[in-house]
């Protein structure tokens, strides 16, 4: 069995800048990252569906330390996904790499303060197993084996072709074809104009209204900074910009619901109309109770006015041998229908997690400063914001993450273990969205407190005050341990490396 100090799960966004932070913060510190797949890019690589984009700004879905340079702020798939590549080339993080394995298990032991991590080589059957004294948990948030599919009635009788965004076809011809695009999230609303711009004739099936906002899908100021300040200056000032702005809307549409949503609707009824806007772009919840929709260049508000986009507010009442029958009695005949009806959330990729022999679940566990869990030594997890971008969080969280290897290595420690000794703490739900993804799966996350060093801040700045700035010992978080109990000097893993422990 192989060793190393840091073991990454996840070669997606988040475990990219997380090797990325370690080679820069911590470069004594040997790390590995077992990925499922075969690529780097996570979601970016796994989603192939027409029109794939950001639907956050790129100046703050970027890595802090890897500017952005184009003005191009909404980016496509492929974009990213190069970005992530371009990022991991030149950190040099692709040798550390050990793709199609994926990570079952994960058992921590006091004795030697160090975890053994089990995966399965998805290539030949066989487990293999890793050592480290670090474990960090990039895995993304949701299911990578399926989506969230709601039961359908008659979808058996159903003639014509079913689509899955996380399983696009790559051969699939939607020209001059009946789509109907189930649902009303970002999936969907990346989706349908894409498609209609391609010559599909596209309706929108909606259960009930999502805000949608436009932007441009360039950012005018970054691209003359740009041409003005050195790469990662102007990157800072728009990104600060950008988390500035959103923080401010955001904490508005907390304070003054009715006037935020007054003035969404009102943005919307400029593009579409009044009776448009009415019909199918009025939520009944307030603004920030579910994410908003991004839509770059009012792009599906375009498709709409130019008919080739058909929306419709209706319940499914079953599937037809051609297309779908609604509770109103309307049918809509669809040559292919697009199930875009969410995601199934999956914590820690369902990594299950082991310390001294006794199972751990995380819905009994709390979250600790949004990075760590109680009771769980040496064990970090990324999960992004939901009113931001994912990776203004993943920076803080790897950039903390550091700080504490380089505590640990400073003192000597081999543990480090945030503990609830404030029964004063009283539990509250992880998040009080009302999204349908949420609710579905919140039962599976940890509990977060109500106050610090427990409570998510869901707040960039407050988030760079704690896990930039911070004391490391604050009560809550206790090191311990010694140097002479690590398993021992560790080596620098690389695919070779992990090749030969597979065959012994």
């Given at each position: ?201 596209v309706t929108m099936v909606q259960r009930s209204p999502t805000y949608v906002v436009s932007r441009p899908a360039v950012d005018t100021l970054a691209e003359r900074l740009q ?278």
């Open positions: 069995m192989d060793h190393v100090d840091v073991l990454i799960v996840g070669a997606g966004l988040s475990g990219i800048g997380t090797a990325c932070h370690l080679t820069r913060d911590c470069p004594e510190r040997t790390y590995a990252i077992l990925e499922g797949r075969g690529a780097i890019g996570g979601t970016w690589d796994i989603f192939r569906y027409p029109g794939i984009r950001s639907d956050s700004d790129m100046f703050t879905l970027g890595y802090d330390f890897k500017p952005w340079t184009t003005g191009k702020a909404i980016a496509d798939g492929p974009s990213i996904r190069d970005y992530v590549r371009e990022t991991a080339k030149e950190y040099d993080v692709e040798k550390n790499i050990r793709f199609h394995h994926n990570v079952k298990r994960a058992s921590w032991n006091s004795d030697t303060s160090a975890w053994t991590v089990q995966a399965e080589n998805t290539q030949t059957g066989e487990t293999v197993r890793v050592s480290c004294n670090f474990l960090m948990m990039c895995p993304g948030y949701y299911n990578y084996e399926h989506g969230y599919v709601p039961e359908f009635e008659g979808v058996d009788d159903y003639k014509g072709q079913i689509v899955h965004p996380q399983f696009w076809p790559e051969d699939l011809d939607y020209a001059d074809k009946k789509v109907a695009v189930i649902g009303s999230g970002a999936t969907a609303m990346t989706i349908v104009p894409s498609m209609a711009m391609n010559g599909a004739n041409k003005l300040l050195p790469a990662q200056a102007a990157y800072q000032i728009i990104r600060w910009r950008n988390v500035l702005l959103q923080m401010f809307f955001y904490n508005q549409s907390r304070k003054r619901p009715a006037y935020i949503k007054k003035r969404l609707l009102d943005m919307a009824r400029e593009e579409i109309g009044d009776d448009c806007v009415d019909q199918h772009f009025t939520p009944t919840y307030n603004p920030w109770d579910q994410r908003l929709c991004l839509i770059p260049d009012a792009d599906l508000f375009e498709t709409i006015r130019d008919q080739k986009v058909h929306v419709v507010t209706d319940h499914i009442e079953s599937f037809t041998e051609a297309g779908l029958k609604l509770k109103s009695g309307q049918h809509l005949e669809a040559d292919i229908i697009v199930m875009a009806t969410g995601l199934d959330l999956k914590f820690m990729g369902g990594l299950e997690v082991e310390v001294d022999g006794k199972r751990i679940a995380p819905a009994d566990q709390m979250y600790y400063r949004g990075a760590m869990l109680s009771d769980v030594p040496n064990l970090a997890l990324i999960f992004g914001y939901t009113n931001a971008s994912w990776t203004l969080k993943a920076d803080l969280v790897s950039e903390y993450v550091c700080r504490i290897l380089n505590h640990m290595g400073k003192h000597g420690f081999t543990k480090a273990v945030p503990q609830l000794n404030d029964w004063s703490v009283e539990e509250e739900t992880w998040l009080d969205f009302t999204s349908g993804y949420i609710q579905r799966s919140i039962h599976k996350f940890p509990k977060q407190g109500n106050k610090k060093p427990w409570k998510l801040n869901q707040n960039y700045a407050l988030d760079t005050l704690s896990l930039r700035f911070g004391a490391l010992d604050d009560g809550a978080l206790t090191f311990s341990g010694s140097k002479s109990q690590e398993v021992r000097k560790s080596k620098t893993v690389t695919q070779s490396d992990l090749a030969s422990a597979e065959a012994s």
